[in-house]
């Protein structure tokens, strides 16, 4: 996976899914544009400023609550490139693997809006805005394979599963 | 390896054939996969991407979040499902009128039932470990995958063992339980794990209740929460259950990565404050004001939580202040408290009373909180605007204190609406 570079947009502890895509925007119309909706109710214009590349940065428990898929869908959707965390929620983590949304636990200093470098091959993520250097783990096999496969289903199609 | 295993290991040692503990990652068979209407679209499409043949007999199609379709997109998102269960004939689709809250549902119609491995794509899907099933939540791309494949892979948990001990004091249950141990482990206290239920207290639990603290086990992040089958089990699944079963129990020597104590005796009514279900503080400590009081969902909108509201609101009348919306969970739960005299009562006293749904328990319809607004529930989640306005509130508790609570216009225990 190639190097990532983008801008922070930092978050606390148990940012839930209804945080991430509102209840009111899950039906079926919206699923090509789910990215207009993201932190609607608790980062109102986020949807709108966020750019190409840009990363979240939580604390624990990122994503709990819902199993809804629109929630990691919706930020692939709205350009967020990674999203780094101290811990995250069991079916997030597992919906993001299976549509792509990379991602990364470590705790990291990170303030909003620094400029942050992801290379997931080294395991490192630097704060470009203050200069500091953060090691994460990368997933273990069976998930980086599941992974570089393109999601389950891929391994599905492909006959492997 | 020479040690015993808990209930979580044994099922999916079963269910893969493999002699399976914690830390392993296995592909299991899955005994039946359930999607909604939010979830099965994105299911549906994935599968179609495939073009393989579903495993028709596996798939449980249940609408019940923005049923009876709630606006326009809701009808369409509704009708989706209905067609992919035309098109590919899958007999277990349930339309409204004959359905309700799909983890209800998936009770009633005996698809839940001890020993079984299930997923569905709704977080609650957990419930069914309160019949002795490893039963876990999935997202809707899994679901298609198991649509296709009657597999998925699983990371075989560890488990944290609770001990129970004592019996509930009299206006306590499930719902207490669960938030008391939420608020003490937190919301990511189980994360990847199972949280297994042991001890002599067992015995005076209800299903209805171990039902709703299953419910709520992945409000601490937990992978399942089970609890293991017994004669009430076997007595509560008697007259449901599709097909066989397999009872599983947790060896002596299994391993556990955490061990709780809870006497059930010293359980207080508690309710879980916004914006987290961990938030939990006893009822007695509680001074809010309410605009609303909601009782139905997947955590406590059966038969059970029904009588015990109604116990508590029989010849009350509900607060001028307060709208009271009880919801039951699915439409036999609705019948039989018809026939009971249950939703009489809740009329006479002033309550509105509604056919099945998720409703406004995740912000669809039929009750959904403007601004300011409070609303004591006997829902899951409080999270910030998870019933309407963004600046609304959830309280979580139990049908006896909602019930209690809806009378007294602020959130109480029965025993203090003596004093009103």
Not at chain 1, 4 to 24: M, N, R, S, Y
Not at chain 2, 297 to 302: E, F, V
Not at chain 2, 327 to 338: G, I
Request: hydrophobic share 40%.
């Amino acid at each position: 996976m190639d190097v990532l570079k983008g801008k922070a947009w930092c978050f606390g502890d148990h940012v839930d899914t209804d945080q991430i895509i509102p209840a009111e925007r899950l039906v079926a119309e919206n699923l090509d544009h789910l990215n207009e909706f993201i932190f609607e109710k608790v980062r109102p214009g986020m949807a709108q400023a966020v750019q190409k590349g840009d990363i979240i940065v939580a604390g624990r428990n990122f994503g709990c609550g819902s199993s809804r898929e629109h929630a990691p869908r919706s930020l692939l959707q709205a350009g967020i490139s990674c999203v780094v965390a101290e811990s995250f929620a069991r079916i997030f983590f597992r919906n993001s693997l299976n549509v792509g949304l990379l991602l990364i636990e470590c705790s990291a200093d990170v303030s909003e809006g620094d400029l942050l470098e992801v290379r997931p091959k080294e395991g490192k993520l630097i704060n470009l805005s203050n200069g500091m250097e953060f090691d994460f783990q990368q997933y273990p096999e069976f998930i980086s394979e599941l992974v570089s496969s393109g999601g389950l289903l891929e391994l599905i199609r492909e006959g492997r599963f | 390896m020479d040690r015993g295993k808990t209930i979580a290991e044994k099922i999916l040692s079963a269910k893969s054939g493999v002699d399976a503990y914690s830390g392993q990652i296995v592909k299991a068979n899955v005994d039946y996969v359930m999607v909604n209407d939010v979830t099965g679209p994105i299911a549906f499409r994935e599968f179609e991407g495939l073009s393989m043949e579903p495993q028709k007999d596996k798939i449980v199609l249940i609408p019940d979040h923005y049923v009876p379709n709630k606006d326009v997109a809701s009808a369409e998102q509704a009708k989706e499902m209905r067609e992919f269960a035309r098109r590919w004939q899958i007999a277990n689709y349930f339309e409204v009128g004959r359905s309700g809250v799909c983890h209800q549902l998936m009770i009633d119609e005996g698809f839940a039932a001890p020993g079984r491995l299930i997923v569905g794509a709704d977080s609650h899907t957990c419930t069914y470990g309160g019949l002795g099933a490893f039963s876990t939540g999935v997202g809707s791309t899994e679901a298609a995958a198991v649509f296709a494949t009657g597999r998925l892979w699983f990371k075989v948990p560890e488990s944290i063992k609770v001990e129970l001990t004592g019996s509930f004091r009299k206006g306590v249950g499930g719902k207490d339980l669960a938030i008391r141990m939420i608020t003490d482990i937190g919301v990511d206290g189980a994360t990847y794990k199972a949280i297994e239920f042991s001890g002599e207290g067992l015995a005076s639990i209800s299903v209805s209740d171990r039902l709703t603290v299953a419910n709520m086990a992945i409000e601490a992040g937990g992978k399942a929460g089970i609890f293991p089958c017994d004669e009430l089990t076997e007595e509560y699944i008697k007259d449901r259950v599709r097909g066989k079963y397999e009872r599983y129990y947790a060896d002596e020597d299994a391993e556990y990565c955490q061990m709780l104590h809870y006497d059930l005796g010293e359980i207080e009514p508690m309710v879980a404050f916004p914006h987290l279900p961990e938030n939990g503080r006893p009822v007695r400590e509680a001074d809010v004001a309410i605009d609303q009081a909601w009782l139905g969902s997947c955590t406590n909108g059966r038969i059970e939580d029904l009588r015990i509201a109604a116990e508590v609101i029989k010849g009350r009348k509900v607060h001028p202040n307060v709208r009271f919306i009880v919801v039951p969970a699915s439409m036999t739960v609705y019948r039989q408290a018809l026939d009971e005299g249950l939703i009489s009562l809740f009329i006479e006293a002033g309550a509105f009373v509604s056919g099945p749904t998720c409703g406004a328990c995740l912000g669809g319809h039929m009750g959904i909180l403007a601004a300011g607004e409070r609303c004591v529930a006997s829902t899951n989640r409080n999270f910030i605007g998870r019933m309407g306005h963004k600046d609304s509130e959830v309280y979580l508790a139990g049908p006896a204190v909602v019930a209690a609570s809806a009378v007294a216009g602020r959130i109480i225990t029965p025993d203090n609406l003596e004093e009103i």
